[in-house]
C-alpha cells in the first residue's frame, strides 16, 4: 500500500466482482459493454441482467473511453466501463491504456466516489503485457492523483499471485521505492 497525492494505492489478488467495501468497480470492457469472458463475464454475472439493459444506450465506446452505470446487483454503488486497447491493433496502445484510467479516474470524482476498484484492463484477451500495462497504469494515477478530491482509494483487483507480484513491481519503478503489502 502506498500513498499518491493523498491517495491510497494498493494491490491485491481477489474477484473484482467481490470488492464490497469499494464504491465503484471498473469492468475491462467490450465495446458494445456486454457481458463476455475475463473481468466483463465476471461483473456482468455477478450484476445480473438489469447492467447490459442500462449499457445498451451506452455502446459502442471507443478504446480509452470510459462510462458510468450503477452496479445493480453487484456490492458496489457503480460500474466503470472502459474499453482498452487491443494490443498490437489499437494504437498508440500506451496512450489509449493510460486515457483509460484517466478517463474512469476523471468520471469517479466527477460523481464524488471515493474509492475505485481496477483490474489489469487489456492483460487478458486484448494481449497487453502485463508488465507494461501496470506501468501505463500506476505512471497515469501518479499524474492524476493530484487532481483528484473525492477519490481517495485506488485497488488493484489481480486475478493471479503473479499478477499481483508484477504490479507491485511496477508500482515500486513508478514511485523509486519499495511497496509493503497491507
Known amino acids: 500500500m502506498v500513498t499518491m497525492a493523498g491517495v491510497t494505492v494498493?494491490?491485491?489478488?481477489?474477484?473484482?466482482?467481490?470488492?464490497?467495501?469499494?464504491?465503484?468497480?471498473?469492468?475491462?470492457?467490450?465495446a458494445q459493454l456486454r457481458t463476455?469472458?475475463?473481468?466483463?463475464?465476471?461483473?456482468?454475472?455477478a450484476a445480473?441482467?438489469?447492467?447490459e439493459a442500462e449499457c445498451r444506450p451506452l455502446a459502442p465506446i471507443k478504446p480509452g473511453e470510459a462510462v458510468l452505470t450503477g452496479g445493480h446487483d453487484l456490492?458496489?454503488?457503480?460500474?466503470?466501463?472502459?474499453?482498452?486497447?487491443?494490443?498490437?491493433?489499437?494504437?498508440p496502445e500506451a496512450e489509449l491504456l493510460a486515457?483509460?484510467?484517466?478517463?474512469?479516474?476523471?468520471?469517479?470524482?466527477?460523481?464524488?466516489?471515493?474509492s475505485v476498484?481496477?483490474?489489469a484492463i487489456s492483460t487478458g484477451a486484448f494481449g497487453y503485457p502485463m508488465g507494461e500495462a501496470a506501468e501505463v497504469a500506476f505512471q497515469t494515477i501518479l499524474e492524476t492523483a493530484p487532481r483528484l478530491n473525492h477519490v481517495r482509494r485506488i485497488r488493484f483487483v489481480l486475478h493471479g499471485e503473479r499478477d499481483r507480484e508484477v504490479h507491485?513491481?511496477?508500482?515500486?519503478?513508478?514511485?523509486?521505492?519499495?511497496?509493503?503489502?497491507?
Open 10 to 30: 494498493e494491490c491485491v489478488k481477489g474477484d473484482i466482482a467481490a470488492q464490497r467495501d469499494m464504491t465503484a468497480v471498473v469492468n475491462a470492457a467490450n
Open 48 to 51: 445480473g441482467p438489469g447492467l
Open 168 to 182: 507491485e513491481k511496477a508500482l515500486a519503478r513508478i514511485l523509486g521505492q519499495d511497496y509493503h503489502r497491507p
Open 75 to 91: 456490492p458496489n454503488r457503480h460500474v466503470i466501463h472502459c474499453l482498452g486497447p487491443v494490443y498490437g491493433v489499437d494504437r
Open 36 to 45: 463476455g469472458g475475463g473481468v466483463a463475464g465476471a461483473i456482468h454475472r
Open 117 to 119: 476498484a481496477f483490474p
Open 99 to 114: 486515457r483509460c484510467y484517466r478517463n474512469a479516474l476523471e468520471l469517479a470524482e466527477r460523481h464524488r466516489i471515493d
